[in-house]
């Protein structure tokens, strides 16, 4: 996810999660991914919506979309795409009650997971509310990504504003502990995807994408998974 600026705030916000204009949806594209994943016509549950620039896209592909998210302005600004909006804490144990049972094709879970105390209890949860063939679209950063190795080598764990070190996060993941988490609650993953960021990537993009393919473990700065009871 981006944010406007390089100013580190440490704001818990999600507002800083909001793109500088419309959300990115090239090629190689995160967004255009999970999109493309989420497909066309679906009932959608967008958990951590933020301020709805991903709901936005969904609704142009004749979804309907429910978001969640702990920020209510954040959440304030989502209505304006989402058919509805919840407040909710996904660290709470009760947080699911207000959502309808089966009620949902897809739950995308877009750099979510890594900010909960307990990833896979929520996973549980939302079981609860996919439809029979319904599936889930997550996302999660690769702490182990070669800029963060770099980084750790020379004796440097600075946590940033948002990125692999966001300093809200409280779960790190490598590739094998996020299939771990995923399988363990109970998921069948149906599709994987390294996608590739970072500082250099704006250079050589089809170098990056290759080398986020061959080895995604070093060089993949998010894993997309798609996963079906």
């Given at each position: 996810?981006?944010?406007?600026?390089?100013?580190?705030?440490?704001?818990?916000?999600?507002l800083r999660?909001?793109?500088?204009?419309?959300?990115?949806?090239?090629?190689?594209?995160?967004?255009?991914?999970?999109?493309?994943?989420?497909?066309?016509?679906?009932?959608?549950?967008?958990?951590g919506?933020?301020?709805?620039?991903?709901?936005?896209?969904?609704?142009?592909?004749?979804?309907?979309?429910?978001?969640?998210e702990?920020?209510?302005?954040?959440?304030?600004?989502?209505?304006?795409?989402?058919?509805?909006?919840?407040?909710?804490?996904?660290?709470?144990?009760?947080?699911?009650?207000?959502?309808?049972?089966?009620a949902?094709?897809?739950?995308?879970?877009?750099?979510?997971?890594?900010?909960?105390?307990?990833?896979?209890r929520?996973?549980?949860?939302?079981?609860?509310?996919?439809?029979?063939?319904?599936?889930?679209v997550?996302?999660?950063?690769?702490?182990v990504h070669?800029?963060?190795r770099?980084?750790?080598?020379?004796?440097?764990?600075?946590?940033?504003?948002?990125?692999?070190l966001?300093h809200?996060?409280?779960?790190?993941?490598?590739?094998?502990?996020a299939?771990?988490?995923?399988?363990?609650?109970?998921?069948?993953?149906?599709?994987?995807?390294?996608t590739f960021?970072?500082?250099?990537s704006?250079?050589?993009?089809?170098?990056?994408?290759?080398?986020?393919?061959?080895?995604?473990?070093?060089f993949?700065?998010?894993?997309?998974?798609?996963?079906?009871?």
């Open positions: 996810m981006g944010v406007a600026g390089d100013t580190i705030g440490y704001s818990k916000g999600s999660y909001d793109p500088e204009g419309v959300a990115q949806c090239v090629a190689f594209d995160r967004n255009r991914i999970l999109l493309d994943w989420v497909g066309n016509g679906k009932r959608v549950l967008e958990v919506c933020s301020t709805g620039f991903m709901s936005r896209l969904m609704v142009e592909r004749n979804c309907i979309v429910t978001g969640i702990v920020d209510a302005e954040a959440a304030q600004r989502a209505r304006r795409y989402c058919e509805k909006v919840h407040v909710l804490d996904l660290n709470g144990f009760d947080w699911i009650k207000d959502i309808h049972e089966n949902f094709d897809v739950v995308l879970l877009g750099d979510v997971l890594e900010h909960l105390v307990d990833p896979a929520v996973l549980d949860q939302i079981d609860d509310v996919l439809s029979t063939n319904g599936y889930l997550i996302s999660l950063p690769n702490i070669w800029e963060t770099l980084k750790v080598l020379m004796g440097k764990f600075d946590y940033q504003a948002w990125g692999t966001d809200t996060h409280l779960r790190f993941f490598t590739l094998t502990n299939r771990e988490l995923i399988e363990s609650a109970g998921y069948r993953i149906i599709r994987f995807h390294p960021g970072g500082r250099m704006g250079y050589a993009r089809p170098v990056w994408r290759l080398l986020a393919r061959s080895m995604p473990g070093l993949a700065y998010q894993f997309l998974f798609e996963a079906r009871k």
